[in-house]
Each structure stands twice: as structure tokens, then as C-alpha cells.
């Protein structure tokens, strides 16, 4: 071999058919890196399709690839649903095995990554699992195949020998005993690869052309493309996986390739609104005050929104990036009161979430606030409190009538997070679970008060629209 012909596919990761595609920027960022390298890559998302299997055996014919590549981007849709996208994982595993039993077979994405031993164990015709970013070791694993993966006989079937890639950093990769099939396999882990250096980060990315036009419509919400300032978290909240993801360390990209990668994207793709994708998109608040004073003067015609840190948001902040296309401010304070805020470790106090509450509520943008219901420590006063916060808050956004969205889910348990320990600790979660299915903390006796905080929360808002009451209506 020489360059290397790869087909790149997105999992499938959304669950029904109103669900938000969004394009793939983790699997497009691969792809960008491994044509960079010479490889020749097809990316297909099997998101966009009505019936992702037939569109699957036809790119497998069509594209005839020497190597396969699987984003495995969500495993679960969260938001309290008890779907799991595994089974339909493993389905595609399979199609692309039975349609190509020889290929070696990569996968990566944020959902392999929280659970890479897991997600290799049960899946034994993975070759190589590529864990965390994907931009240095994805090409250095095609590289490596192109020295030469010959497919060996196991039991009879050609399967592709990649025992030569163990030890790349950043791979578990499968070694196998020729002499019987998947039985006689070994994981190679090795270390993590460093994190991308900023300069690595800081280059123009769009959505790849072929792409493009694919997911105009597709979300009503939360907008199709992504752009990010910056990786890393270094917060540390309980239940949380984005430090483990994209490291503590907080690595910047500059404003100019911000502002030209978003510019880019409108006038290649046509985007009128974008997300960026940061965990945290106005902590620290110096840079994004930079990215947003380059957006205000370039002003282009392109809204955003993103997550805010509460503490770090002041009302000239809220102004600015408003001026600068904000259009939405999402939050994501989790804790509805002072106990639960610092169960969750979220270092914040419920004086900050009002606090950004009133900054953002004086401009015209919509806020969306996401809190956890029913975490470790809920007692009757935490649930008053709750029940409380959600009518401060329909008070405080009453005047401009901006607030967008209360949301409430319960915490999904991931492995390696101080909850996770906590839960074993206090015997509410078996040492050795996987967490690879949908496993929420929700424990009785407040499992209503999900219900009863989303039901407070419609009352407000169907009084904010003047709709009718329709028991009342029935009754008339
Ligand atoms: C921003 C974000 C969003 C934005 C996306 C906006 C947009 N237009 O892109 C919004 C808010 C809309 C969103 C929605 C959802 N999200 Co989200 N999202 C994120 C977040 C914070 C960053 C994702 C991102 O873009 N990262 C930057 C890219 C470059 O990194 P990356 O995708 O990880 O890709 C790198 C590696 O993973 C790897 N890689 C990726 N693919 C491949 C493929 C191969 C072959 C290889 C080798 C490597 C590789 O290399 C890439 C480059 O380094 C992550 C958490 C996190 N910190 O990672 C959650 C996260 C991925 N989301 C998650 C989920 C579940 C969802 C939703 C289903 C939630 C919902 N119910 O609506 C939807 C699904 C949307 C969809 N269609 O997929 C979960 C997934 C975990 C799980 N339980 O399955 C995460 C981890 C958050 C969490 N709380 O746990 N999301
Ligand atoms: S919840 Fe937000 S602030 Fe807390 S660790 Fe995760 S990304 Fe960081």
C-alpha cells in the first residue's frame, strides 16, 4: 500500500426522527488530519440516513477500503432516555465484517474514549481502538498500515494482522493468535499520546466539502456546525467526563482563526448560526472577551450560542458577547441550590447562577438552563428549593421574556468520576460495572421531582404566552 483508502463513518448517535444530526467535527478533524497525511478518505454519516445499513453496504462496495474508520461519538442519547446506541454499534461492526472481513477495522470518538477497554472487550472485531484526539494518532495508525497489515488466516477467515501497531501511543490495539479465532487475543494499551499543542489546534477547519450541504434543517435547536476557542476543562464537577476527555490544561485557539474559521464556514457552507463546542465557552473570560471583541468588528452575519461558566459571566460580559452574535446562553449549573452545588463540586453557590441569570436576562438573547434533579444528598428542603429556583427564574427573565428553556435530567454515572466512586462507596452502584448502558442516579423517594419541576416550569410558561388552560378550557 501506499497512501491508504479510507472510508470514515459516523456511528449512529441520535435517537428518533426528530433528533438534532449534527456534523460530525470530531470525525471530520480526523479526516482533515489523514488527508493532510495523503490518504485518500471517504466520510459517510450514518445519521443522515433513513436507513443507515443499506447506505453502509453500498459505500463498502463503493469505496472498496483498505482500512475502515467508525466515529463512536455518543453511546447513549442521555436526557434521562434509556436508549443505547450500542446494539446499533455492534450492527454496523458486523455489517462491515461480514462485507470486508480482512480491513482492518479503527475506531475513536468521545464515546469510545470515556470506556476504551470496555467498548474492545465486547467488541472483538475491532482491530485498533484509538482513544482521546484523534488528529496525530489516526494518520500515525495509517501510517502504520501502510508498512503492512497483511491479513493472516484465523480458523479459516483472512482477518487483518495489526499486531505491528501495538505500542502506538494513544491505541489499544487487538493482537491475535492465528491459530484460533478471537479467542486467543491480547489488548495492547498503551499510553496516552500528549495532548495537541495550541499550535496544532490553531488552524482554519470547515466542515469537509462533501459535507456541506448535508445538514441544512437537520436541527431546530442546537446549530449543525461546530467551532471551537479552545480544549480542556480544568474544573473538576463530581459526575463530569470533559476533563478527562480533553485534558485539564486549558489550550487556546487564536480569535483571528476563530473569527476566519466561522466566517469560512458561512461562506462555504451558508451557516447562519454556530455552537462552540468548548465545555465551557467564557472561562477564563480574558480570551473569550478577545474572540468575542474580533467577532463584534468583522461583524459577520452568523449568531452562536455555548455553554457559560455562571461565576465568570458579568453583565458587561453578557452585553458584549450579544453584540458579538450570542444568541442563546446555555447553562449548565446543575445544582438547584447551595448543598447540591457543592455535592456536585461545581464551585459555585446558588448567589452566582442568579447572578448570571439577571446578566443575561437584561439582554435580548434567550438563556437555557440545564440542572441535575435528584442527585446524591436531595432531601424535602432541596426539592422546595428546586421548586423555588424555576420560579425565580421565570421572575427574573419575566420583563423580556427571554427565557428559552428550563431543563432538567437526572446525572448519568460515568466510570472514573468522583461520583461514580461516591455511588460505590455508599453501595448505590456495583464496584464492577461497566456504566456502558444507560446507568442515571435517581433513587427513591424524589424520582416525581423531575416531573414536578418540569410541570412547574410549563405553568409559568404557558401563563408568559397567554395560553389557555386546557382543563379549564375542557370544563367550559
Ligand atoms: C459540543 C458538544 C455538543 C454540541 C454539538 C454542537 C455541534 N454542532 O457540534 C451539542 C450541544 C449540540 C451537543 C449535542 C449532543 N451531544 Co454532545 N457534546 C459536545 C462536547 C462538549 C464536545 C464535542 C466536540 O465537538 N468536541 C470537539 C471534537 C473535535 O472532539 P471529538 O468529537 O471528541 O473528536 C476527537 C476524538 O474523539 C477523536 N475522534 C472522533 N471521531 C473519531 C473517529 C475515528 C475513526 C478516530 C480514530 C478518532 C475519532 O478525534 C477527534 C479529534 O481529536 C462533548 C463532550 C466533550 N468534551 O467531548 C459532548 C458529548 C460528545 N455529547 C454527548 C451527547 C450524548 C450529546 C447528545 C446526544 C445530547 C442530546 N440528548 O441532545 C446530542 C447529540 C448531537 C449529535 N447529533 O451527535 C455526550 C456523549 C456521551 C454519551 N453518553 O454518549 C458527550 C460526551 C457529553 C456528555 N455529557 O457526556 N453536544
Ligand atoms: S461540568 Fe462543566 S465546568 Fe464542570 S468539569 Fe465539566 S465541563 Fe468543566
Redesign the pocket.
Known amino acids: 500500500m501506499t497512501a491508504v483508502r479510507v472510508l ?1 463513518l459516523q456511528a449512529p ?2 435517537e428518533g426522527p426528530h ?9 471530520a ?2 479526516a482533515a488530519a489523514a488527508r493532510a497525511s495523503g490518504h485518500e478518505v471517504e466520510l459517510v454519516d450514518l ?1 443522515l440516513e433513513t436507513d443507515p445499513f443499506p447506505a453502509l453496504a453500498e459505500a463498502l462496495g463503493r469505496v472498496d477500503p483498505q482500512a475502515v ?3 463512536l ?7 434521562n ?1 434509556r436508549h443505547s ?1 450500542l446494539p446499533a454499534f455492534g450492527a454496523l461492526l458486523e455489517v462491515v465484517r461480514r462485507g470486508l472481513p480482512s480491513v482492518p477495522l ?6 469510545f ?2 470506556f476504551p477497554r470496555a467498548i474492545m472487550e465486547r467488541y472483538p472485531s475491532i482491530d485498533v481502538g ?1 482513544f ?4 496525530a ?2 494518520p500515525e ?1 495509517l501510517a502504520g498500515l501502510e508498512r503492512g497489515a497483511r491479513p493472516s488466516r484465523v480458523n479459516g477467515t483472512l482477518r487483518a494482522d495489526v499486531s505491528h501497531l501495538a505500542g502506538t501511543p494513544g491505541t489499544i490495539v487487538r493482537v491475535r493468535d492465528t491459530s484460533s479465532a478471537d479467542r486467543g487475543t491480547r489488548l495492547i494499551e498503551s499510553p496516552p499520546r500528549p495532548w495537541l499543542s495550541e499550535a496544532s489546534l490553531d488552524v482554519v477547519r470547515t466542515w469537509l466539502p462533501e459535507l456541506a450541504g448535508s445538514y441544512a434543517g437537520r436541527t431546530s435547536y ?5 467551532v ?1 476557542t479552545k480544549r480542556g476543562c480544568p474544573l473538576g464537577c463530581s459526575y463530569c ?2 476533563p478527562a ?2 485534558g485539564r490544561r486549558l489550550r487556546y485557539r487564536s480569535p483571528d482563526t476563530i473569527v476566519a474559521e466561522v466566517e469560512a464556514l458561512h461562506r462555504e457552507t451558508g451557516a447562519e448560526w ?2 462552540f ?1 468548548d ?1 465551557v465557552l467564557n472561562y477564563p473570560a480574558g480570551h473569550f472577551r478577545e474572540v468575542c471583541r474580533r467577532l463584534v468588528e468583522r461583524g459577520l452575519p452568523v449568531r452562536w450560542t455555548g455553554f457559560f461558566r455562571e461565576d465568570a459571566l458579568t453583565p458587561a460580559d453578557a452585553e458584549l458577547a450579544v453584540r458579538a452574535g450570542c444568541a442563546a446562553f446555555q447553562f449548565s449549573g446543575d445544582g438547584t441550590c447551595d448543598r447540591t452545588l457543592a455535592r456536585l463540586r461545581k464551585g459555585l453557590t446558588l448567589r452566582d447562577v442568579l447572578g448570571a441569570a439577571r446578566a443575561a436576562a437584561r439582554t435580548e438573547a434567550l438563556s437555557v438552563y440545564h440542572f441535575m434533579v435528584n442527585v446524591p444528598g436531595t432531601d424535602a428542603e432541596v426539592a422546595a428549593g428546586a421548586l423555588e429556583l424555576v420560579d425565580r427564574l421565570h421572575g427574573i427573565h419575566g420583563p423580556r421574556e427571554n427565557l428559552g428553556a428550563i431543563v432538567f435530567n437526572n446525572l ?1 454515572v ?1 466510570p472514573g468520576t468522583p461520583l461514580a466512586a461516591e455511588l460505590v462507596t455508599a453501595g448505590r452502584l456495583e464496584p464492577e460495572d461497566h456504566l456502558l448502558f444507560p446507568t442515571y442516579h435517581d433513587p427513591v423517594p424524589y424520582q416525581h421531582l423531575r416531573y414536578e419541576l418540569e410541570e412547574r416550569h410549563h405553568l409559568h410558561a404557558s401563563r408568559r404566552t397567554g395560553a389557555r388552560d386546557p382543563i379549564e378550557e375542557a370544563s367550559r
Do not use: C, K, W
Not at 461519538?73 to 436526557?79: E, F, H, K, S, V
Open positions: 470514515l448517535s441520535v433528533a438534532e444530526i449534527v456534523a460530525p467535527l470530531g470525525l478533524a480526523v445519521n474508520g467508525i466515529g461519538r455518543n453511546i447513549d442519547p442521555l436526557a432516555s446506541f479503527v475506531v475513536g470518538g468521545a464515546g474514549s470515556m484509538v482521546l484526539e484523534g488528529e494518532t489516526f495508525v442546537a446549530p449543525a456546525a461546530g471551537e467526563v470533559y476527555l480533553q454556530v455552537h463546542n465545555p448519568r460515568y
